[in-house]
């Protein structure tokens, strides 16, 4: 069985541009998470989603960041624009609730 | 690849040697408790996870500790290879349904 999918692997784009993250979930899990993950730390939660509402997005920087998951299967996370700050690892992850998180391998972006 | 966590605890283990890696948590009303390992590079993966009604619970070659009381989760790996060389972080919730909280994550170095 696939693991959770995510695209692109890296991506470097300079500040004030736009930037998109495409993230495939795990067949069968309702349930997908996004979160930011910064060198040194653990991966910080930035919106959940229950199919395709998304039930916890308190912690999304609403002015720059968006994110959607139309059909209830794939999520796309939006940075438009980037800023310096948001240099991290962009992570998707995604469960059967109450279940365990898998998480993909991750995006890593750099904002120059 | 890029390092993950270049100014976390550290824990060098000889190989073959057991290791115990410990984590402090936070909430008291958390009942759901993972252990994930994460490679550079790579996202989070799962290793073992816990329910607050046990104190212990063992896998293949890790056993992971509840102590309930002083709120401090272990994961114990028996006969340590070089495979094993990873950062780990614990990670809390309660019900499945509140937001996965990490903690700091050590950095397990096994020496050959």
């Known amino acids: 069985e696939a693991g959770v999918v995510q695209s692109p692997r890296y991506k470097i784009i300079e500040k004030k541009q736009p930037v998109a993250f495409w993230c495939n979930p795990i067949s069968g899990h309702n349930t997908l998470y996004w979160y930011l993950q910064n060198l040194g730390q653990g991966p910080e939660l930035l919106i959940r989603?229950?199919?395709?509402?998304?039930?916890?997005d308190s912690q999304l920087p609403k002015d720059r960041f968006s994110a959607e998951r139309l059909k209830g299967v794939d999520s796309t996370l939006k940075i438009q624009p980037a800023e310096l700050g948001d240099s991290a690892v962009y992570l998707c992850?995604?469960?059967?609730?109450?279940?365990?998180?898998?998480f993909g391998p991750g995006t890593r972006l750099t904002v120059l | 690849g890029e390092s993950v966590g270049l100014h976390l605890p550290t824990l060098s283990v000889q190989e073959g040697d057991n290791s115990i890696i410990n984590c402090a948590y936070s909430?008291?009303?958390?009942?759901?408790f993972i252990w994930y390992k994460q490679e550079s590079g790579k996202g989070p993966q799962f290793i073992i996870d816990?329910?607050?009604?046990?104190d212990k619970r063992q896998g293949q070659r890790v056993t992971v500790l509840l102590n309930k009381t002083v709120k401090h989760l272990s994961l114990q790996i028996a006969a340590t290879q070089p495979g094993d060389s990873a950062v780990y972080f614990c990670?809390?919730?309660?019900?499945?349904?509140?937001?996965?909280?990490f903690g700091k994550g050590t950095r397990l170095s096994v020496i050959a």
């Open positions: 909430n008291s009303a958390s009942d759901y």
């Open positions: 816990i329910r607050s009604n046990m």
């Open positions: 990670a809390e919730t309660h019900s499945g349904n509140t937001p996965l909280v």
């Open positions: 989603y229950e199919n395709e509402e998304a039930v916890d």
């Open positions: 992850a995604s469960s059967n609730p109450p279940g365990t998180q898998y």
